[in-house]
């Protein structure tokens, strides 16, 4: 690699935050003009702190630092003149898009960067709106960033790293609050701008976006374990295991039906037609039996919940944040006491809206909702809403902040004056739930990630709530933390909790007893995952800008391909079981009975 093409530089890179906490321990590594680099890694693994190094937000305590030709950093020592050179070619997406908004006008935020470059006042319009429009926020322009989604926040910070026009862009989880159509987005962006030679240093927990990149960098405790081209790091499944990762979806499946290795899905699907008819040379026309003809209608949510109390209703509900639009338009439904429920939409959708009216931070401008019975139209109903229903935000770690696990889960039964032993009773059972009794007496600041999402959880079912609703859970954890929580949120649903929550993974939703689809403001579609991502519902889910549990979208394209039907597959062992099932020549078993919602 030539001098001149190196857009960054680290060489034996170390970085220790106070509490001798090793963030990054002798990295060293090159990125090229134009290179798109991903970096991999659990959470706590560096990833982050090796990204503010590159955008030079952070100086290392040792080791030499290169950013877009400026030598910033040498021996640990910064040169500042040279950090304030190199920032102006240096762009980042921070994780949260609330800690980078610094206005109450969309376009000004956008604008802020340009501005403080000092560039003439046409450049930055024109800036401003080809970058919004790059990010489909044209129509918020003018909004007020506090009142959009968490998504829509973060397109919103994205326009504002692109309007800087950065030799050298880090984006660290930009996707982790967006719909699939807002990733898919945001990765074709990246490709253009890495088409066009910008430098890309992308931090995801994503496995299926780091296929985009030219390499990959795995982290583990501060340190570079393993680089490479995508295939030739997702080859080491063990060790990415081992280090709380997984490999993506096409080599999970490969492996799964003893094929060839590939990380690539339409290599994957052209060796399953191989494997499948050189099993067996059956009728391609022939229909699984017992299924329902393609028309069938979804149930109305009532019909759903006719074996199950609603411990909540929706009807006819609508919510406006101001004059201009609505937040939700003529909502209704129902969630069973003791059910699961997913509620899914892309970003914008008013998923978070409804969240908040089911909690009773909000009042419906018309309709009503009733939860266990109280309607949440007064002051006084709210209030008991909220007594009932226990709410788990967007990064609810950021709540955290006593001194110990037990006494941050202990702060909500203390406060509304239980006795010491009840106090006690609740605290060592919620975190028996979750898993963390072990580490009462821990810092809730040294747990990991995952952990402490899980604490932040346990302070919440300490409450006692009859409902528990979560707005993007698993949002922002790596592969093992989100197994982790499904695993705890299994539990909760075996013990009878009434689960709601807000999930852009279908693969989360596929798992819900019930699935909630909004499309701009709006529903349409509510009943069991079979239902809901049924084939007749599959174009307006891409319309809304959702798509399909992987397994899914797998098993369509083989049919489209061909293939006899697999029904509908939610889970890969729903996929692999019934691929088996046809490739021995026999039908499908018949899907008798009501869908569970």
Known sequence: MRSGDVQVRLAHVSLVYEGDVVALDDVSLEIARGERVCVLGANGSGKSTLASVI?????????????????????????????????RSLGLVFQNPDDQIVTSVVEDD?????????????????????????????????????????????????????????????????????????RSAILRVMGRLAAAGTTLVHVTHYMEEALEADRVIVLDHGRVVLAGTPDEVFSHGRELSDLGLEVPFAARLSQRLGLPWTCDEQTLLEQMGTWFFSQREGDRSQAPAGRAAPGATNPSPSLCEKNHVPIVQVEHASFSYDRRSRA??????????????????????????????LCGLEAPDSGRVLVAGVDTSTRRGRRRAQTAVGYVMQHPERQLFAETVEKDVAFGPRNLGLSADEVERRVSEALEVVGL?????????????GQRRLCALAGVLA????????????????????????????????????????????????????????????????????????????????????GLPRSLRVARELERRGWPSLGDPLTTDDLVAALNVRAAGSSLPAEGGEAEC
């Open 110 to 182: 956008v604008a802020f960067g340009p501005e403080n470059l000092g560039l003439p006042r046409d450049e930055i319009a024109a800036r401003v709106s080809s970058e919004l429009h790059r990010v489909a926020m044209d129509d918020f322009a003018r909004a007020d960033p506090s009142r959009l989604s968490g998504g829509q926040r973060q397109r919103v910070t994205i326009a504002g790293a692109l309007a800087m026009r950065p030799k050298v862009l880090v984006l660290d989880e930009p996707g982790s609050l967006l719909d699939v159509r807002g």
């Open 463 to 546: 409450m006692r709530p009859s409902v528990l609703v979560l707005d993007e859970p698993t949002a922002g954890l790596d592969p093992r933390g989100r197994a982790m929580l499904r695993r705890v949120l299994s539990r909760l649903s075996e013990r009878g909790v009434t689960l709601v929550q807000v999930t852009h993974s279908m693969e989360d939703a596929a798992r819900a007893d019930q699935v909630i689809a909004l499309d701009r403001s709006r529903l349409v579609a509510a009943g069991s995952p079979r239902e809901v991502f049924a084939a007749r519902n599959e174009r307006a889910l891409a319309e809304g800008g959702l």
């Open 328 to 357: 939700l338009d003529d909502v209704s439904l129902r969630i069973a006491e003791g059910r699961s429920t997913a509620i899914i939409g892309q970003t914008g959708s008013g998923k978070s809206t409804l969240l908040r009216l």
């Open 55 to 87: 955008c030079g937000l952070l100086a290392p305590d040792a080791g030499e630092v290169e950013l877009v030709g400026e030598r910033v950093c040498a021996d640990g020592a910064p040169d500042l003149e040279a950090y304030r050179r190199a920032r």
């Open 437 to 449: 009794s072990e580490r009462r007496g821990v810092s809730p600041f040294k747990l990991s990630g």
